[in-house]
Nanobody, 120 residues
């Protein structure tokens, strides 16, 4: 079994910052791409940021320059530093990771989601 556990969401005022964390645990052989999606009520889930095992990053245009994704492979953890938050960033944020398990299979795994609310 492989699990992704997220933390760090909450309520923040516009212009503020939050840092999301997502730790993978369980029967892990290797972790490849990691990243974050978000989904607001009534909207489709959208990619926020991703990072490869080699450290290459990509961002949605709407967050570029404000959000920074990073990973700590020793801790099997991906982070999302969110600065200059806007009300339109309000969403449930989901982490994902493409993981090879010790059982020989490889697939995407998802976290449970963490709410980020940007409001004054």
């Amino acid at each position: 079994q492989v699990q992704l556990v997220e933390s760090g969401g909450g309520l923040v005022q516009p212009g503020g910052s939050l840092r999301l964390s997502c730790a993978a645990s369980g029967s892990i052989f290797g972790i490849y791409t990691m990243g974050w999606y978000r989904q607001a009520p009534g909207k489709q889930r959208e990619l926020v940021a991703g990072i490869t095992s080699g450290g290459t990053t990509n961002y949605a245009a709407s967050v570029k320059g404000r959000f920074t994704i990073s990973r700590d492979d020793a801790k099997n953890t991906v982070y999302l530093q969110m600065n200059s938050l806007k009300p339109e960033d309000t969403s449930v944020y989901y982490c994902y990771s493409y993981i090879a398990s010790t059982y020989g299979d490889s697939r995407h795994y998802w976290g449970q989601g963490t709410q980020v609310t940007v409001s004054s």
